[in-house]
């Protein structure tokens, strides 16, 4: 049976007697897909089809009960189906933080919304323990670095590395690490951006957070500021963060006493990011076929350029990085 039949006659038994109609929600990087059931009164519910040989659905109905118990709007779920892969749950609207603000990408308009998320992710962060979530560890972390060499370097551009220039890289990504993992730690979305945020009621709806971890404080405010989707003005998302880490430290949370030190912190946490960003992109691309992301990466790999320029630490990348710019223009890729 196709899932797609399956699906319709387990929301049958869920919403017994209700007609629904039944349209594509949205998809995502993963093998997940959302559909908007619409009932004979016009409300709507959301189904979150995961088949169960590529996604489990237990991670997300454990996170969607921290999140919620955290004070963060996060979908209610109102059924489950772990062995077919499906969850029914409440519809948080169809407007994402990028829909809305690419048709007016306004620091006017945007302001009011980060501040929102901000306030949400505090709420998230100040719900941390250790042990309720998978730990970002030494060997998460490498794990996600090592995609950019293997998916962005060899297989996006053809280009082999040299045994100085893998030690070299290597060399930066112990660094990289060391600095990610001094940082304090608290629960992590690890994807906290405008294409996961909705415009809701309450501000902001928070979906896609299956993946979420115990790690760097800085990391989702990486993800929010260095967005790959849309770009702000540095001066701006700085002083969002300038608010963020006011907001923090009223509340008690553990960040650096230091603005100067935090900073740094979510600089470095950008670099490892924006490393592994790349080589999922490419990954999407050659393993999964997924081309939109390409568009992506010119603004992803700004973000590491800019970083990298501003520590000295990280010159052997740079140095990578001029050598692969010089690759991509050969071949038409953009960097």
Same mark, same amino acid.
Request: hydrophobic share 40%; charged share 25%.
């Given at each position: 049976?196709?899932?797609?039949?399956?699906?319709?006659?387990?929301?049958?038994?869920?919403?017994?007697?209700?007609?629904?109609?039944?349209?594509?929600?949205?998809?995502?990087?993963?093998?997940?897909?959302?559909?908007?059931?619409?009932?004979?009164?016009?409300?709507?519910?959301?189904?979150?089809?995961?088949?169960?040989?590529?996604?489990?659905?237990? $991670?997300?109905?454990?996170?969607?009960?921290?999140?919620?118990?955290?004070?963060?709007?996060?979908?209610?779920?109102?059924?489950?189906?772990?062995?077919?892969?499906?969850?029914?749950?409440?519809?948080?609207?169809?407007?994402?933080?990028?829909?809305?603000?690419?048709?007016?990408?306004?620091?006017?308009?945007?302001?009011?919304?980060?501040?929102?998320?901000?306030?949400?992710?505090?709420?998230?962060?100040?719900?941390?323990?250790?042990?309720?979530? $998978?730990?970002?560890?030494?060997?998460?972390?490498?794990?996600?670095?090592?995609?950019?060499?293997?998916?962005?370097?060899?297989?996006?551009?053809?280009?082999?590395?040299?045994?100085?220039?893998?030690?070299?890289?290597?060399?930066?990504?112990?660094?990289?690490?060391?600095?990610?993992?001094?940082?304090?730690?608290?629960?992590?979305?690890?994807?906290?951006?405008?294409?996961?945020?909705?415009?809701?009621?309450?501000?902001?709806?928070?979906?896609?957070?299956?993946?979420?971890?115990?790690?760097?404080?800085?990391?989702?405010?990486?993800?929010?500021?260095?967005?790959?989707?849309?770009?702000?003005?540095?001066?701006?998302?700085?002083?969002?963060?300038?608010?963020?880490?006011?907001?923090?430290?009223?509340?008690?949370? $553990?960040?650096?006493?230091?603005?100067?030190?935090?900073?740094?912190?979510?600089?470095?946490?950008?670099?490892?990011?924006?490393?592994?960003?790349?080589?999922?992109?490419?990954?999407?691309?050659?393993?999964?076929?997924?081309?939109?992301?390409?568009?992506?990466? $010119?603004?992803?790999?700004?973000?590491?350029?800019?970083?990298?320029?501003?520590?000295?630490?990280?010159?052997?990348?740079?140095?990578?990085?001029?050598?692969?710019?010089?690759?991509?223009?050969?071949?038409?890729?953009?960097?």
């Amino acid at each position: 049976m196709d899932r797609t039949r399956l699906m319709q006659e387990w929301l049958t038994c869920c919403l017994p007697g209700q007609a629904l109609s039944l349209a594509p929600a949205s998809a995502d990087a993963s093998f997940r897909r959302y559909f908007r059931a619409t009932l004979a009164d016009g409300s709507t519910r959301i189904v979150m089809d995961a088949p169960p040989s590529h996604e489990d659905c237990r $991670p997300y109905l454990a996170v969607a009960r921290l999140f919620h118990d955290a004070g963060a709007h996060v979908p209610e779920v109102f059924a489950e189906n772990l062995d077919d892969g499906f969850l029914l749950l409440s519809d948080l609207g169809s407007t994402t933080y990028l829909a809305h603000l690419e048709r007016d990408p306004s620091e006017l308009r945007a302001t009011p919304l980060y501040l929102d998320a901000i306030d949400a992710l505090i709420r998230i962060q100040l719900a941390s323990r250790p042990g309720a979530l $998978p730990d970002y560890d030494r060997e998460r972390l490498l794990r996600e670095l090592e995609l950019f060499p293997v998916w962005y370097v060899t297989r996006h551009l053809g280009r082999t590395l040299s045994d100085a220039e893998a030690a070299d890289l290597y060399a930066v990504f112990d660094r990289i690490i060391e600095v990610n993992l001094a940082e304090p730690r608290v629960f992590v979305h690890r994807d906290y951006h405008s294409r996961n945020l909705m415009l809701s009621t309450p501000n902001p709806g928070v979906l896609d957070f299956q993946d979420a971890v115990f790690g760097p404080i800085s990391y989702d405010l990486v993800s929010l500021f260095k967005d790959a989707y849309i770009r702000w003005d540095e001066q701006v998302t700085v002083d969002w963060l300038v608010r963020y880490w006011e907001r923090a430290r009223t509340a008690s949370l $553990p960040v650096r006493a230091d603005f100067g030190d935090f900073f740094r912190d979510y600089e470095w946490m950008g670099v490892q990011r924006h490393l592994k960003v790349l080589g999922i992109f490419a990954r999407l691309f050659h393993r999964d076929g997924k081309d939109g992301y390409l568009n992506d990466m $010119p603004l992803v790999a700004g973000y590491l350029r800019r970083a990298c320029q501003r520590y000295r630490e990280f010159g052997p990348l740079v140095k990578l990085l001029d050598s692969l710019e010089a690759r991509e223009n050969k071949t038409g890729y953009s960097f």
